[in-house]
């Protein structure tokens, strides 16, 4: 990751509820304020996936079980796996994904 050497500051002065709306959003992406101004006035974009990290656990969830499974198979405890489960959840998620994928091509022209 190149961390890039922030030198200069802008202030700026917003009334009570301009700072609340900014705040809000601000943690709404996961950022401090100076980086979601800063990203706003630069007119990069800010995208924000809910229910992403669910998908992210599923998927955390689905490679653990598939390896549990497969350290039985290795030990002989096991003589085959049945993946057709694994299979469907993985394409699921990847449907997602490719869901999201498509709307940011959209968004971004």
Same mark, same amino acid.
């Given at each position: @990751?190149r *961390? ?8 700026? /002065? ?9 705040? /809000?959003?601000?943690?709404k992406?996961? @950022? ?7 990203? #706003? ?6 995208t924000?996936?809910?229910?992403l990290?669910?998908?992210?656990h ?7 079980n ?5 350290i ?6 096991l003589?085959? *796996?049945?993946? @057709?489960?694994?299979?469907?959840e993985i394409?699921?998620v990847?449907?997602l994904?490719?869901?999201l994928?498509?709307?940011? /091509? /959209? *968004? #971004?022209?």
């Open positions: @990751m *961390i890039i050497k922030k030198d200069r500051f802008i202030g700026l /002065r917003v009334t009570d509820v301009e700072y609340r709306v900014i705040e /809000r959003k601000a943690k992406a996961k @950022m401090n304020m100076s980086q979601y101004v800063s990203l #706003q006035a630069l007119e990069r974009d800010i924000i996936y809910e229910g990290n669910e998908y992210t599923q998927l955390s969830k689905i490679g653990a598939l390896n549990q499974a497969l039985l198979v290795h030990q002989g405890k003589n085959t *796996i049945d993946i @057709m489960p694994v299979k469907k394409h699921k990847w449907q994904l490719n869901k994928t498509e709307e940011i /091509r /959209r *968004i #971004q022209g």
